[in-house]
């Protein structure tokens, strides 16, 4: 079972930025993963994905985060990232890491907090 482990969530003023990273467990290499994202959910609100990665290298971005939002991963560390530049209030939400087909379960994501 893949375990997958957010961090580097905070608090930021608008504008600012923050990169949170997805660190997979050893039992699975995530080049073997054919699509990884990224999600969020905000208070009041369905879980929506950010932006997604194949092992392709080919990535897609919800409208409201295209050209502030960057993600990415580094197989050698089994890690995908999401860099998320030009923050506004209105990404503040818990950011979960998800494979579809792979991950069975969320986890606990990490919080995003967009406030001055």
């Known amino acids: 079972q893949v375990q997958l482990v957010e961090s580097g969530g905070g608090l930021v003023q608008p504008g600012g930025s923050l990169r949170l990273s997805c660190l997979a467990s050893?039992?699975?290499?995530?080049?073997?993963?054919?699509?990884m994202g990224w999600y969020r959910q905000a208070p009041g609100k369905q879980r929506e994905l950010v932006a997604s990665?194949?092992?392709?290298?080919?990535?897609h971005y919800v409208d409201s985060v295209l050209n502030r939002f960057a993600i990415s991963r580094d197989n050698a560390k089994n890690t995908v990232y999401l860099q998320m530049n030009s923050l506004k209030p209105e990404d503040t939400a818990v950011y979960y890491c998800?494979?579809?087909?792979?991950?069975?379960?969320w986890g606990q994501g990490t919080q995003v907090t967009v406030s001055s």
């Open positions: 998800f494979a579809p087909g792979v991950s069975t379960s």
């Open positions: 050893r039992s699975i290499d995530i080049d073997s993963i054919s699509i």
């Open positions: 990665i194949t092992n392709f290298g080919t990535t």
